[in-house]
C-alpha cells in the first residue's frame, strides 16, 4: 500500500514531532514514522525521566540538610521503587500528551521500521521510505519532502560493551531496580557529571573519570573548576585527565574493576558496577541511505545551513545531524527546516547561542562562547562575575554556591557569551539567551529593574561587573 504525503518525518523524537506538528500547522498532509514510542530518546531514555530522578534526589538530599532550615525530620526513607514509579508516570502523562498533539493536528503515525528506498514507479526521485509495520505488513510513504529525524544511541567503548549488569549506559542506568552500592563513572561530560550528582545525593559512592583535564570539557574552565570543587565536597572523587584501560577491565566477586592510566601513573579503581557516558552515536546506519545521495560524514549527516541533505528535499535535524545533540535544539532545527521547505521566512539560531543546561545539584547553564573560545575567536574580551553568596535570595534558599559570570566584548560591548553555575541557572539562562539574540550589551542588561529578591538579580550584578559597576560587591 501506498501513502502519499507532503511531509514524511522519519523519527518521533522531540525534533521529529515538532517537525510534524509544524508542517501540520501550515497545512501540510504529515505522516510520522516511529519505530518506538514517539517522544524518542528525550521523552522516554533522557532529558525528562533524567531529570525526574534528578528531582527526587535533589529533594532526599533537601530533607538530609532540613535542620538548617530549622526542620528536624526523622524516619525518612529512600524507597527507590517509588522513585521509579514517579519518573514513569511522568512520561506516561508526556507521552499520552504527544499523541494527543498528534491527533489534533491529523498527523498520520505509522509505527514501525522506516528506510528510505531510491527511485521508483511510485516516486521519480528517492525519499520515499519502505516502512516495516509491527504484524510484518509493509508500507511505502511517498512525499514530496522528507525530514529525516532519527536521534542517537549512547556511544560504547571497544572493550567495555554494556551488559546492563556491570557495564551500564544511560538507557540502562534509568531502568535500575535498586542502587548499587558505589559505581564507577566513565566520562566527565553532562549526562556523566548529572549521574555522578544524582547517584551521591541518593547515597552512592561515586567515581568520576575524565580523560580531559576538566569535568564538562565543552563548558567554562572556571565553571568546571567550581563543579569539581563542589560535587568534591560532597564526596564525589573525581579523576580529570585520566584514561581508563579497557584491557584491564574484570569482575571478581560481583565487583568490577579497571585500571587508570593518569600521567606516569597506574591505579586500579574498583566498584559495584561502571556507567559508560562518552557521548552520543548518530543513528545512520540501516535507514537506507545508501539508496539517496545524502552524505554521512564524521558518523553524521552532513546538511546545508538550510538544513537539506545531498538531495534538497531530503532534510535532517536533531542528534542525527551532531552539533549540540540537545532537545530544544532539534525542535528548532525541525521548525526550521519545515519553514524552509515551506517557503516561510527561515531563521537558524547559531549552534553557539542555543543554550545549554546541565542538571547537576547545583545547575550549569551557558550559552555564547566561553572567555577562552571568544579569545580564540580574535574577540578582545571583558569579563564580569558574579557569586550567588551575594543575592539575598540565594541565601534564603540555601544554595549560595556558584556564579553568574560574562563575556563581553571590549570594543563593541556585545555580549559574547554567560556561564553560570547555581541553584536554577538553567531557568535563568533564558534571560541572558535573550539579551544575546537582541544584541544587548551588558549595561543595557544591568539597567533592566531585577525584582528583589530574586536569583535572578545576579544576572544584572553580573552585566554591570563588566564595567565594574555592580552595586552588590
Known amino acids: 500500500m501506498n501513502i502519499s504525503c507532503d511531509v514524511a518525518v522519519l523519527g518521533g523524537g522531540t ?217 568534591a565536597k560532597r564526596g564525589v572523587t573525581i579523576h580529570t585527565g585520566g584514561m581508563v584501560q579497557t584491557d584491564t577491565y574484570q569482575v571478581q566477586d560481583g565487583q568490577v574493576s579497571i585500571e587508570m592510566r593518569k600521567g606516569e601513573k597506574n591505579e586500579i579503581l574498583s566498584a559495584s558496577c561502571m556507567l559508560v557516558s562518552v557521548g552520543r552515536q548518530a543513528n545512520v546506519e540501516n535507514i537506507g541511505l545508501e539508496n539517496t545521495d545524502v552524505r554521512v560524514e564524521k558518523g553524521v549527516i552532513a546538511v546545508n545551513k538550510f538544513l537539506q541533505t545531498g538531495e534538497s528535499h531530503i532534510y535532517a535535524i536533531g542528534d542525527v545531524i551532531g552539533g549540540l545533540q540537545l532537545a530544544h535544539a532539534a525542535s528548532h532545527e525541525g521548525i526550521a527546516a519545515v519553514n524552509h521547505l515551506a517557503g516561510e521566512s527561515f531563521h537558524k539560531v547559531p549552534e553557539h547561542m542555543i543554550p545549554r543546561c546541565v ?14 573560545e571568544a579569545r580564540r575567536n580574535g574577540h578582545e574580551v571583558k569579563v564580569g562575575k558574579f557569586p550567588f553568596q551575594a543575592i539575598g535570595k540565594a541565601l534564603v534558599y540555601g544554595s549560595k554556591e556558584g556564579f553568574v559570570k560574562v563575556v563581553a566584548d571590549a570594543k563593541t560591548n556585545d555580549i559574547l557569551g554567560v556561564q553560570m553555575i547555581g541553584a536554577h541557572v538553567t531557568d535563568l539562562i533564558s534571560e541572558a539567551a535573550l539579551a544575546q539574540v537582541l544584541d544587548a550589551t551588558p549595561w543595557e542588561v544591568g539597567q533592566m529593574v531585577h525584582p528583589h529578591p530574586t536569583l535572578a538579580e545576579v544576572i544584572g550584578e553580573a552585566m554591570l561587573a563588566v564595567d565594574g559597576m555592580s552595586i552588590g560587591m
Request: with cysteine; charged share 25%; aromatic share 4%.
Open 15 to 231: 525534533g521529529g514531532y515538532v517537525a510534524a506538528i509544524r508542517a501540520a500547522q501550515l497545512g501540510k498532509q504529515v505522516v510520522i514514522i516511529e519505530a518506538d514510542k514517539l517522544g524518542g530518546t528525550c521523552l522516554h531514555r533522557g532529558c525528562i525521566p533524567s531529570k525526574s530522578l534528578l528531582r527526587s534526589a535533589e529533594v532526599y538530599a533537601d530533607i538530609q540538610g532540613s535542620e538548617s532550615y530549622g526542620i528536624e525530620t526523622s524516619g525518612a526513607k529512600l524507597v527507590f521503587s517509588k522513585v521509579q514509579n514517579r519518573k514513569n508516570a511522568i512520561v506516561d502523562q508526556l507521552h499520552q500528551g504527544v499523541q494527543y498533539l498528534m491527533r489534533k493536528n491529523k498527523i498520520q503515525v505509522l509505527k514501525g521500521k522506516g528506510r528510505v528506498i531510491g527511485p521508483s514507479i511510485f516516486s521519480p526521485k528517492s525519499g520515499a521510505v519502505a516502512v516495516e509495520l509491527a504484524d510484518g505488513e509493509m508500507e511505502t510513504v511517498v512525499p514530496t519532502n522528507l525530514i529525516i529525524a532519527t536521534g542517537s544511541r549512547p556511544r560504547t567503548l571497544p572493550g567495555l560493551e554494556p551488559d546492563g549488569r556491570y557495564i551500564l549506559t544511560s538507557d540502562d542506568a534509568l531502568v535500575m531496580d535498586e542502587l548499587p552500592e558505589s559505581i564507577l563513572i566513565v566520562g566527565g561530560g553532562v549526562i556523566g557529571v548529572e549521574w555522578a550528582s544524582m547517584l551521591n545525593d541518593f547515597g552512592v559512592r561515586v567515581t568520576v573519570v575524565e580523560a580531559a583535564d576538566q569535568l564538562l570539557p565543552a563548558e567554562d574552565q572556571d565553571v568546571a573548576r567550581e563543579l569539581q570543587k563542589l560535587l
Open 359 to 372: 542538571y547537576t545539584r547545583p545547575e550549569v547553564a551557558s550559552v555564547g562562547w566561553t572567555e577562552k
